[in-house]
């Protein structure tokens, strides 16, 4: 039956978290199988890695990357990096499908130019984390980032401008993508530890988020 089709996504459920900030409940559904068993081929290539923190502090979340720069961190520094410091090779390229998404969130949000340069790929166990932080290794902030959450659902925090600003707590759940544009784009931002009992059929204990950035 035509009007029953679960395609597109029903995004109908919109949440606006700030000035510029737009939750899309279930934006990626659809696709999200599509996605995971991409996220896989990109780990075979460039696998999942704790990167360490400039203050020597093992991060929590697993990273990857694929797209032209891949995000990355060590004792020198948090960067950009057109290479994977673990192979020296090209990170894997950004597959249409995962421009595709990014592209349309952000443009049925009302940045209807961005273009992602970067998808950094994070991967949470229980009891992993994000402290709070501003996502500002970026030259232009103009351009808005876009998450995307698959697998177990986890907390996330969304503070303010100043570190002190007391965060507002949003569940993030398989499918859902924000888009961070505007004010927001600098708020300061984390996730709570993914909770003992976390968990979503295609991924088991694991959660996967996707941000797409501009970098340049
Ligand atoms: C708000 N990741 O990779 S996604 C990160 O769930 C990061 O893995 C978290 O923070 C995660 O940097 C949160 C949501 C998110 C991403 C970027 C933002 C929120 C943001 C940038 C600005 C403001
Ligand atoms: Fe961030």
Not at 15 to 33: I, P, R, S, T
Not at 133 to 162: K, N, T, W, Y
Request: charged share 20%.
């Amino acid at each position: 039956m035509q009007g029953s089709l679960d395609f597109p996504p029903n995004t109908e459920e919109r949440h606006c978290l700030a000035d510029g900030a737009w939750l899309l409940k279930g934006f990626a559904l659809v696709q999200a199988e599509d996605l995971l068993a991409t996220i896989a081929e990109i780990s075979a290539q460039a696998p999942f890695r704790h990167l360490l923190t400039p203050g020597g502090q093992r991060m929590s979340a697993a990273m990857s990357n694929c797209g032209r720069y891949g995000w990355t961190s060590d004792r020198l520094g948090y960067r950009y990096s057109e290479t994977d410091p673990l192979s020296g090779a090209r990170w894997p390229a950004m597959p249409e499908s995962f421009r595709a998404l990014a592209v349309n969130a952000a443009a049925s949000c009302g940045y209807p130019d961005f273009e992602p340069e970067a998808c950094l790929i994070n991967r949470y166990v229980t009891g992993a984390r994000m402290a709070l932080h501003q996502d500002r290794d970026e030259a232009d902030f103009s351009a808005p980032i876009v998450s995307v959450s698959l697998g177990a659902p986890i907390r996330f925090l969304f503070g303010g401008p100043q570190r002190g600003n007391k965060p507002a707590s949003w569940l993030l759940e398989h499918g859902d993508v924000v888009v961070w544009g505007g004010p927001s784009r600098l708020f300061f931002h984390g996730v709570a530890p993914l909770g003992q009992r976390a968990a979503h059929p295609l991924t088991g204990a694991l959660r996967y988020n996707l941000t797409f950035r501009k970098v340049g």
